[in-house]
Every structure is written in C-alpha cells, then in structure tokens.
C-alpha cells in the first residue's frame, strides 16, 4: 500500500511540473497575439497623416491586461493611457506585470478602470482603440452602435477611434491553425462558424515542448462584422468618415505589418485590417 501512494504522488509531482501547469495564460497571450510597439507606430502614423500632430492621449476599450496602454505611456514621457475592462482579475494581474514594473513615472500616467466600456468613464483621448476584435462581443448592431457612440464621445475634437477586425475565406469555416513561438507553440482554433448569424466560437490553446497542453486558456464568442457593416455604424454614430487600412502580404501570403490606405482588395484567405473612424 505505501508503494503505491508513492508512485501516485510521483505522478502528480510530475504533472504538476510540466510546463503547461506552469504557464501563466496572461503572458502566453501578451507574447503570442500582441505587438503594442507595432500598433503604436501604425497608430502615430495614421494620426501624423490625418491630423498633422502628435496623439499624446489613449483610451485603450477592452484592454485586459493594459499592455497597450502600458507600451503606450512609456514610449513618450508626454503620453497617458486609460484602460477599461470588465474583468477586475484580469485588470490586477496587469497592474502588478505591467504598470508597477514600468516604473512610477510610467505608471502614474496609467488608470486602468474596471468598468464597461459603454459607461463612457475616463477622460477624452486623442485616440480610442478596440483592438483584438473585442467589439465583436457586441451581436447586435443597436449594441455596437451603442459602443461606437461612446466612442465617438471620448474623442477630442479631432480624434480617432482605431478598430480591428479580420476576415477572408478561412475566417468563415472551422479550422485550426498553428504557429510556432518562443518556448511553445499557439493554435487559434476556429470551432464553429454559423453563417445565418455570422456567429463564431474560437479558442486559444497553447502547447508546450515537453507535450503538456493548457487547452482553451482563451474563449471567444463574437459575432463576426464585415467591414462595410463596421463603417456603416460607424457613420449611424456619428463619425464624419472612415478608413480602411489593409495588413499587406508578401509573396507567401502573410501579413508584413505594413498597412496601406484602400478601397479595394482581392479576397484572401485571411486577411486582417484596421478601420479607422474619423470624428
């Protein structure tokens, strides 16, 4: 009997080692599906060309972990960044990962405020970003047009709202894809497509080199908005125009991180763009 307590307690110290059971799901996500420092100059650019000036304020929507908001504020002693989110967990574990160890300059250009982003807290910024297709929780257009009207009103006078959303012919079918990362791989799983509703169900699992898995650390149910619907709410809320701007690829098909200005496009299997509400 004592044998065989002490090799299930081997199997269970063995288990609890594995990566997977190690992993934090926060930093997986901030290390596999966001580049603040990327969004950052696409954001500066497009602002420098529209506007002629400089976006020093942030509201990020969404923002979980306020990655963005953190990258934002230390990337200029002149610029601060509020970040809203639902989920008070999600919001600490940033505040302790992110804003403290930014240091007290940085962080006290940050609130990260656990509210609903339609209760139109926090100051007007320069910028309003709902990256992350996170305003895809939104199913209803009453709902989005709600979203995007609040929006519209925590914008200066000459702001803009940055939205992201992504598309193409293995975005509306199930499907999962894996890439290779530092220290793990990330699949982004596709599980069901409907097409009457445009409704979506995705996860996010991480698999690691010892063979440990941390399934579903991350689930999205969204309704999946095409970009005319996007920018048709956009004016309905009162933006004056907007714009769209296309992820260029290259010969093998993926993204550069290059975006450009368009009206037009041929179809791709995936493609991802920004669309850019102007007040």
Known sequence: MAGKNTKGRR????????????????????????????????????????????????????????????????????????????????LDWGRRHNVEPAGTDVASRIRLLEADVRDARGPRADI?????????????????????????????????????????????????????????????????????????????????????RLDRAFTYDWRLWGVPEIREIMAEAGFASSRVYWDVVDEDGEGTGEYRATESEENQETWLVYVVGIK
């Open 11 to 90: 199997k269970r110290l063995k288990k609890g080692r594995s990566l997977a059971a190690r992993a934090d799901r926060f930093d997986l996500y901030q290390r596999s599906v966001q580049g603040p420092e990327s969004d950052i100059e696409i954001f500066g650019a497009i602002f420098r060309d529209l506007r002629g000036r400089e976006p020093r304020k942030l509201r990020e929507d969404f923002c979980g972990t306020g990655f963005l908001s953190t990258t934002w504020a230390g990337s200029d002693p002149r610029r601060t960044a509020v970040g809203i989110d639902l989920d008070g967990p999600t």
């Open 128 to 212: 309003v970003c709902a990256l992350n297709f996170s305003f895809c929780v939104f199913k209803q257009r009453d709902e989005l047009r709600r979203y995007f009207e609040v929006a519209h009103d925590r914008l200066v006078r000459d702001g803009l709202f940055f939205t992201e959303i992504y598309g193409g012919s293995e975005a509306v079918v199930a499907i999962a894809e894996e890439r290779k990362e530092d220290g793990f791989r990330v699949i982004w799983d596709q599980e069901i497509y409907n097409p009457i509703t445009h409704e979506t169900i995705c996860h996010l699992h991480f698999k690691f080199r010892d063979g440990s």
